[in-house]
């Protein structure tokens, strides 16, 4: 039986002091965990400033070091958070929907090593795994040292500086291991979490590698023959290229977050003295010279050497050895079978052959250890140059949440996996953006409106006071889930106001009665109409006496009825009083006009409400016009008063964030004479803590509206488009209109290219100030679908179980989607 040896008594790794790990030959190395763009977000340029980026910092590295990145990818399951007994309806929900979705988890590490002089290169035979004592061959010069730490700090600020990627050290106590945490050392030797099980098991070589009961399999790439004619910073992601453009991914991606199975991916770059490699090359050179008579294989060695040496000494490149493996593993044996077929359909899409070790793989694992890279058998690596080895570099993450309190939770592309999302504060403060305006663009069916019912959701529980305006009743659901105030025409039920109705607390100020003036003079006057400077000062007058009354009166109730009798009796003594002249103000004219909204009239209804009177203090608002849009009295009357209750709640709200989102309908007020109000309002709610939305379906409203051109689109940091698919041959005319890259052109046209049939959710683009962008997934509990759902079949049959309720939404929509998930277990 064969003895059993104690990991201490060959492991490699003398000590962990002062943020460094040193071996027991005397390497040195420096470890960072690094922060890498997010998959699907960067453009072929950005990829080939990326991976130059790579270049540079690779040629500060001292001779003698090695560049070892290690980037590791775990599957996981998606944790929900019950902790927040806050936390509403929809949003536990949606906790419980994406419970356990599974995801591959991204930790990059980067490990440079500088080896001794005179340390010679290990390999197969000579691994420190076979050998039972190490002696330093000399001591470390701390001069020596100081030079190796200054050029890794060169190396970092390299990186830094490129705005890609971010450094940070990693200290003695993450290297090692505390109480509850697994150091980096004990992760990799487990191949567990950094919050791992704290259950361990033997590492076995003898049949196949078996790491703490986990099976292994190690696919290498370090022979020549196995690796790729061509090779670049990036490759076609033909999954989400269109005709029209190409999609772009990292040229390691697929042995990166595309790989979608436990591993490890391994990158090693040797920078060795450049002058004893060429000369080592140039004597293999001669020899095969010498030899290229009997073999042909001999002769195109010799040549391949020459034009390396050409290429090293005329292009002045950095030779280096590289090597670059995979190692993938599971819990049980069977799955290997499968393993092995997605390593090599990963290596396949970068046109290389996967080559599984079966006999070295102890040793590569073994010099896999951090800071035992100098271990690692060079037998093993190729020669190339640096800008090639580069190219196998990977250089991408997952989405990465947000740490703002405020936002909405997407989906990312890849898993669908919830990441929380900024796109107000965040970017504002970053300088990235200068307003939080958003424009959203997308056509019917494209899930609009189903995004837009998300985002303002999730604002509203978030503390946003909010108000809509609709034409469609999109937004019935979600307001009759948070108990907001509906406004709709209905012959029953008309839509009622009371502009006269001053809250608790309120005052009247210059705003209320700037606003009262501006729509009596609407309903007095028509468009063509002017008014003099007598009338206005009339009417202004007229309304300081009114409030002076209802002063005086505790019961008379404010509303345009009191205000039209008092302007019929009182106000008429007051002028007769005064000599008012009919020319300067023709109150008989004025009473007579507006009569139609006074007690008995046709439109009495319209501004004398009794009920839904705190509008400032009322979070959620919404003002349905369908069935009023094309209504010559009553659709001015109402816009008018909607910009009154948003403007209001923007300046008299401090600190507490404002939204206006103009669905269709800005279409309508825009034709109603109120194009400068929407320009006055996207150019100055960004002073009061607020952000104005416009949402439009057809690309022909944009060309169309100089409204939107300039005003709308010029102040909106946030453009976000759906699925523009059908627009796919005229896009440029959109591209040039809403000024985006051709990057973000690449990114839009990918939308809804290749979802998961699986599930069910539509992508959405979303640009903040054409610096960030990025696409995500919408994808929600079947509860928010219901609460979303602008199809009319789902929104009866939501109503139809209210009723059973006592009106009660919530309950509803709870039975609703607990009797379509037993339906569909039938």
């Not at 008995?600 to 501004?607: I, K, S, V």
């Not at 009154?644 to 300046?651: G, H």
Request: glycine fraction near 6%; proline fraction near 3%; charge should be negative.
């Amino acid at each position: 039986m064969k003895k059993e040896t104690r990991l201490e008594e060959v492991f490699p790794i003398m000590d962990v002091q002062h943020d460094c790990i040193l071996s027991k030959m005397g390497d040195v190395t420096i470890a960072y965990k690094v922060e890498l763009p997010e998959l699907f977000t960067l453009s072929d340029q950005e990829y080939e400033s990326l991976h130059q980026t790579w270049l540079k910092a690779i040629k500060v590295l001292p001779k003698h070091s090695i560049l070892y990145k290690q980037d590791w990818f775990l599957e996981k399951g998606y944790v929900p958070d019950f902790t927040n007994d806050d936390t509403s309806f929809l949003s536990r929900s949606s906790e419980r929907f994406f419970n356990e979705r599974p995801f591959l988890d991204h930790s990059c590490y980067l490990f440079i090593t500088q080896k001794p002089e005179g340390r010679n290169g290990s390999t197969s035979l000579f691994s420190s795994l076979l050998r039972r004592t190490l002696v330093p061959k000399e001591s470390l010069n701390p001069t020596a040292l100081q030079d190796f730490l200054d050029a890794a700090g060169q190396f970092r600020r390299i990186m830094e500086d490129s705005g890609f990627v971010c450094f940070s050290r990693l200290s003695d106590q993450q290297l090692l291991s505390l109480p509850r945490q697994v150091g980096i050392l004990e992760q990799y030797c487990s191949l567990s979490d950094t919050t791992g099980n704290y259950m361990y098991g033997d590492i076995a070589f003898e049949d196949g590698l078996l790491i703490n009961g986990k099976f292994c399999q190690l696919y290498t790439l370090g022979d020549a023959a196995d690796l790729p004619a061509l090779c670049g910073s990036r490759i076609t992601y033909d999954r989400y290229s269109t005709d029209k453009t190409k999609f772009s991914v990292g040229f390691a991606s697929t042995l990166g977050q595309l790989l979608s199975c436990n591993h490890i991916y391994s990158q090693y770059l040797f920078i060795d003295d450049p002058a004893k490699t060429l000369k080592r090359i140039e004597s293999k050179r001669l020899r095969l010279q010498s030899l290229s008579a009997y073999s042909r294989e001999n002769h195109i060695a010799r040549d391949a050497a020459n034009d390396f040496l050409n290429e090293a000494i005329g292009a002045q490149r950095l030779p280096v050895k590289a090597h670059f493996n995979v190692l993938v593993w599971c819990d049980e044996k069977e799955q290997l079978k499968d393993l092995k077929n997605k390593v090599s359909s990963a290596l396949a899409q970068i046109d290389a052959a996967a080559k599984q070790e079966t006999v070295g793989a102890a040793q590569i694992y073994w010099a896999g250890i951090p800071g035992n890279a100098a271990d690692f058998p060079i037998n093993d690596t190729f020669d190339t140059f640096a800008e090639q080895a580069a190219c196998f570099l990977n250089l991408e993450t997952g989405y990465r949440s947000s740490i703002s309190p405020i936002g909405i939770r997407l989906g990312d592309r890849l898993t669908g996996k919830p990441v929380h999302v900024d796109i107000s504060d965040e970017p504002v403060q970053k300088g990235i953006c200068t307003n939080r305006n958003k424009f959203i663009l997308g056509p019917s069916g494209s899930g609009k409106s189903f995004f837009t019912n998300h985002m303002v959701r999730s604002y509203y529980e978030q503390g946003t006071h909010i108000v809509l305006v609709d034409v469609g009743h999109s937004y019935k659901g979600l307001c009759d889930m948070v108990k907001g105030y509906y406004f709709t025409y209905e012959e029953s039920n008309p839509i009622r106001f009371n502009p006269f109705y001053i809250g608790e607390g309120d005052k009247l100020d210059t705003e209320k009665k700037e606003s009262i003036k501006t729509l009596l003079l609407a309903l007095w006057k028509k468009d063509d109409e002017t008014y003099n400077r007598s009338e206005y000062v009339a009417l202004s007058n007229a309304l300081q006496l009114y409030y002076s009354k209802i002063d005086s009166q505790p019961d008379l109730f404010p509303c345009f009825n009191t205000f039209y009798e008092f302007l019929k009796n009182d106000f008429l003594e007051v002028l007769k009083g005064d000599n008012v002249k009919e020319k300067d103000f023709d109150v008989n004219n004025f009473l007579y006009v507006l009569r139609p909204y006074y007690r008995g009239g046709e439109f009495d209804y319209l501004l004398n409400a009794t009920e839904n009177l705190e509008l400032l203090k009322e979070r959620f608002i919404v003002f349905e016009l369908d069935n009023i849009k094309d209504h010559p009295i009553l659709f001015p009357v109402v816009t008018i008063i909607i910009m009154e209750v948003f403007i209001s709640k923007m300046r008299k709200l401090k600190g507490i964030r404002k939204m206006i989102l103009i669905e269709e309908a800005w279409k309508a007020i825009a034709k109603e004479g109120m194009a400068e109000y929407i320009k006055y309002l996207f150019k100055t709610v960004r002073k009061f803590f607020g952000e104005a939305i416009v949402v439009t379906q057809e690309v022909e409203d944009i060309i169309s509206s100089p409204v939107v051109k300039q005003a709308i689109i010029n102040n909106s940091d946030c453009k976000i488009l759906l699925d523009q698919s059908k627009y796919q041959n005229k896009f440029d005319q959109i591209q040039e209109l809403l000024g985006l890259t051709e990057k973000e052109k690449a990114l839009v046209l990918s939308v809804n290219k290749a979802n998961d049939t699986s599930r069910k959710y539509k992508e959405v683009f979303i640009s903040l100030g054409g610096m960030q962008s990025k696409v995500y997934r919408t994808e929600v509990s079947l509860e928010e679908y219901l609460a979303y759902t602008t199809e009319e079949s789902e929104k009866v049959k939501v109503q139809a179980y209210a009723a059973r309720f006592d009106g009660d939404i919530r309950k509803a929509i709870a039975a609703l989607a607990q009797d379509i998930r037993d339906e569909s277990k039938k």
